[in-house]
């Protein structure tokens, strides 16, 4: 079936030691995000890219930085994690095809900061 | 700056209840509204989009319902079961260049 994988599931990095997460897509999709959520919270969009044109919110720490070398593979490097960047962190994609182009998610990354 | 409310945060109801679960958003200029469903632990999974110029969209026990002039949407639930028990949350987008703006979402429990 095609979806959106994440690797790892879960992650525990120290506090201060880079880590990367990755995502994977076989839906050919055009768009892909990267949210960040917090227990009980909304995700929150950290980027999203339109093919290879990379948009990155406004509110985005500079320690998160992103990749996506290709339309099927997207990272999210954390360079220098704090304790306050535990959180899932959620990958989705979507088509360019107008009002009728729903998000497909993976299953998250649980990153843990020790 | 478009915001999203969900109310309640949660919410508990004996199975075989039929439910509504509530979302309002501030800007009424959006181009569509998802609803989704949240596992504990796992990622969103899509499960009703209406488009701005749709009503209501309807797939299986759900059916969802969009008033934009109000912005207030409602997700209804037919006849839960202890399955529904999930997170939903809905959200919503300005422009098919936009990306969601998503509330924090109902904590459905459905009691057996």
């Known amino acids: 079936d095609a979806m959106v994988i994440q690797n790892p599931r879960y992650q525990v990095t120290q506090f201060g030691k880079p880590v990367t997460l990755s995502c994977s897509q076989t839906?050919?999709?055009?768009?892909m995000y990267w949210y960040q959520q917090k227990s009980s919270q909304a995700p929150k969009l950290l980027f999203h890219?339109?093919?290879?044109?990379?948009?990155n919110e406004a509110d985005t720490p500079d320690n998160f930085q992103s990749r996506r070398p290709n339309t099927s593979f997207c990272f999210l490097d954390i360079r220098s994690p704090g304790l306050g960047d535990a959180a899932m962190y959620l990958c989705?994609?979507?088509?360019?095809?107008?009002?009728?182009?729903?998000?497909?998610f993976g299953n998250g990354t649980r990153l843990t900061v020790t | 700056k478009q915001e999203v409310t969900q109310i309640p945060a949660a919410l508990s109801v004996p199975e075989g209840e039929n439910l509504v679960l509530n979302c309002s958003f501030t800007?009424?200029?959006?181009?569509?509204l998802q609803w989704f469903r949240q596992d504990p632990g796992k990622g969103l999974t899509s499960l009703l989009l209406?488009?701005?110029?749709?009503r209501e969209q309807t797939s299986g026990r759900l059916n969802a319902s969009l008033d934009k002039s109000s912005g207030r949407s409602t997700l209804y639930i037919a006849a839960s079961q202890p399955g529904d028990s999930a997170t939903y949350l809905c959200?919503?987008?300005?422009?098919?260049?936009?990306?969601?703006?998503f509330g924090k979402g109902t904590r459905l429990s459905v009691i057996a």
């Open positions: 989705a994609t979507s088509s360019l095809t107008g009002a009728d182009s729903p998000l497909h």
């Open positions: 839906l050919n999709h055009n768009v």
């Open positions: 890219y339109y093919d290879k044109d990379f948009n």
């Open positions: 800007d009424s200029a959006i181009y569509n």
């Open positions: 209406i488009q701005s110029s749709q």
């Open positions: 959200a919503v987008t300005l422009s098919g260049n936009t990306p969601l703006v």
